[in-house]
Nanobody, 115 residues
Framework: QVQLVESGGGLVQPGGSLRLSCAAS????????MSWYRRTPGKERELVAA???????NYADSVKGRFTISRDNAKNTVYLHMNSLKPDDTAVYYC?????????WGQGTQVTVSS
């Protein structure tokens, strides 16, 4: 059974940091491209960061220099390190796994940036 379980969200003040985790199971994690998306009410889900099975990364312009995506294939986990958080980063963050026609999403974790 394929599962993606996000954790690490919460309330943080502007300028603060959080680390999101996405624990994967039910598939061969190291062979899949992984990514983080986010969605705010009234907006479409947007790509935040992605990491390929070969560990190549790319980022949305809005988070470049502040967020870092990484993966630990031994732990079947992908991370999103978020620094210098802004109120505009407030959203539900989702983990996604893709390989060919395989496409799976986690349930999401809420991140709220507010003073």
């Amino acid at each position: 059974q394929v599962q993606l379980v996000e954790s690490g969200g919460g309330l943080v003040q502007p300028g603060g940091s959080l680390r999101l985790s996405c624990a994967a199971s039910g598939f061969r994690f190291s062979m899949y491209d992984m990514s983080w998306y986010r969605r705010t009410p009234g907006k479409e889900r947007e790509l935040v960061a992605a990491i390929t099975s070969g560990s190549n990364t790319n980022y949305a312009d809005s988070v470049k220099g502040r967020f870092t995506i990484s993966r630990d294939n031994a732990k079947n986990t992908v991370y999103l390190h978020m620094n210098s958080l802004k109120p505009d980063d407030t959203a539900v963050y989702y983990c996604r796994a893709v390989r060919g026609v395989f496409d799976s999403w986690g349930q999401g974790t809420q991140v709220t940036v507010s003073s």
